[in-house]
């Protein structure tokens, strides 16, 4: 690496912000984001209205409609992050992009503006979400804001490293309504049904370590296990607790958040791992 290799890195994480903040996509994908976080606050609304009851659990409701709200977001993360990099290919200015930089010079700037935004889109959810929510119950029965500033923070980690495994699928499938429709299609329906194969298993082999145990490891439900540990820890420790965890994520013998969140980490760090080795190499003549 010659002496002036990072500051043309620079030059090229300068050019690929640009070009992101010039156009609407990034904002307009905060759009859903928002509806999201309002959505949140109107279903607090309407438990505590049709079952009075339910303030006694408001706060760990609260955290559960974030927690759910986070997951969401992180799908529209990984859909901005495979926009981020096929848009590339469909406008034909990835070969401009190329002359401003190395291949992976330019995949790396896109990795980190595809997380940064979409750990922006989680920050949006984590400060706007108990915000609204504690607006509906009137500021009573709020969790506590060390547990909302542990999942807020969470779920930031999770949409960022999702942002980025969009950017290595938009790179790997250049067509771009296909990276999108993957990244969404897989974490919406597809990991469900791949977990829902490796727990039939478990039910006719009967060894959970070997195929239910597997869906922890997913990387959508990783995300999620790390996010849902929050309000599944309010609600109270125990079998019933660790039951409530296996029924959110969608898992079965769930490891610790932390551990989830390295998994999620190892699967972003392989996908943009893959996606350095197959951008380096496609012909963009």
């Given at each position: 690496?010659?002496?002036g290799?990072?500051?043309?890195?620079l030059?090229?994480?300068?050019?690929?912000?640009?070009?992101?903040?010039?156009?609407?996509?990034?904002?307009?994908?905060?759009?859903?984001?928002?509806l999201?976080?309002?959505?949140?606050?109107?279903?607090g609304?309407?438990?505590?209205?049709?079952?009075?009851?339910a303030?006694?659990?408001?706060?760990?409701?609260?955290?559960t409609?974030?927690?759910?709200?986070?997951?969401?977001?992180?799908?529209?993360?990984?859909a901005?992050?495979?926009?981020?990099?096929a848009?590339?290919?469909?406008?034909?200015?990835?070969?401009?992009a190329?002359?401003?930089?190395?291949?992976?010079?330019?995949?790396?700037a896109?990795?980190v503006?595809?997380?940064?935004?979409?750990?922006?889109?989680?920050?949006?959810?984590?400060?706007?979400?108990?915000?609204?929510?504690?607006?509906?119950l009137?500021?009573?029965q709020?969790?506590?804001w060390?547990?909302?500033a542990?999942?807020?923070?969470?779920?930031?980690?999770?949409c960022?490293?999702?942002?980025?495994?969009?950017?290595?699928?938009?790179?790997?499938?250049?067509?771009?309504?296909?990276a999108?429709?993957?990244?969404?299609?897989?974490?919406?329906?597809?990991?469900?049904?791949?977990?829902?194969?490796?727990?039939?298993?478990?039910?006719s082999?009967?060894?959970?370590?070997?195929?239910?145990?597997?869906?922890s490891?997913?990387?959508?439900?990783?995300g999620?296990?790390?996010?849902?540990?929050?309000?599944?820890?309010?609600?109270?420790?125990?079998?019933?607790?660790?039951?409530?965890?296996?029924?959110?994520?969608?898992?079965?013998?769930?490891?610790?958040?932390w551990?989830a969140?390295?998994?999620?980490l190892?699967?972003?760090?392989?996908?943009?791992a893959?996606a350095?080795?197959?951008?380096?190499?496609?012909?963009?003549t």
């Amino acid at each position: 690496m010659t002496v002036g290799a990072p500051h043309r890195w620079l030059a090229v994480l300068h050019a690929e912000i640009r070009r992101t903040l010039s156009v609407r996509l990034w904002w307009l994908m905060l759009i859903p984001v928002l509806l999201l976080a309002l959505a949140m606050s109107l279903f607090g609304s309407l438990i505590t209205l049709l079952v009075p009851a339910a303030t006694e659990t408001s706060s760990i409701l609260l955290l559960t409609g974030m927690a759910s709200t986070l997951s969401m977001t992180a799908v529209v993360g990984a859909a901005f992050g495979a926009l981020l990099a096929a848009g590339e290919f469909r406008h034909r200015t990835v070969t401009l992009a190329y002359l401003t930089g190395a291949r992976t010079q330019v995949l790396a700037a896109k990795v980190v503006v595809g997380a940064v935004v979409a750990g922006f889109y989680g920050l949006v959810v984590a400060l706007l979400g108990p915000l609204l929510g504690g607006a509906v119950l009137g500021g009573q029965q709020l969790p506590g804001w060390g547990q909302l500033a542990g999942l807020g923070a969470v779920g930031v980690l999770v949409c960022a490293m999702w942002g980025g495994l969009g950017v290595a699928l938009g790179t790997l499938v250049p067509n771009q309504a296909g990276a999108v429709a993957l990244a969404v299609g897989y974490l919406l329906l597809g990991e469900n049904m791949i977990a829902g194969a490796l727990r039939a298993g478990e039910s006719s082999f009967g060894d959970p370590s070997v195929f239910a145990r597997l869906t922890s490891f997913l990387p959508g439900n990783a995300g999620d296990l790390a996010l849902y540990e929050a309000p599944v820890q309010a609600a109270g420790a125990g079998t019933d607790a660790r039951m409530v965890l296996e029924f959110l994520a969608g898992v079965s013998a769930p490891p610790p958040g932390w551990v989830a969140l390295l998994v999620l980490l190892g699967w972003a760090a392989a996908g943009i791992a893959l996606a350095v080795v197959v951008g380096g190499r496609r012909d963009i003549t």
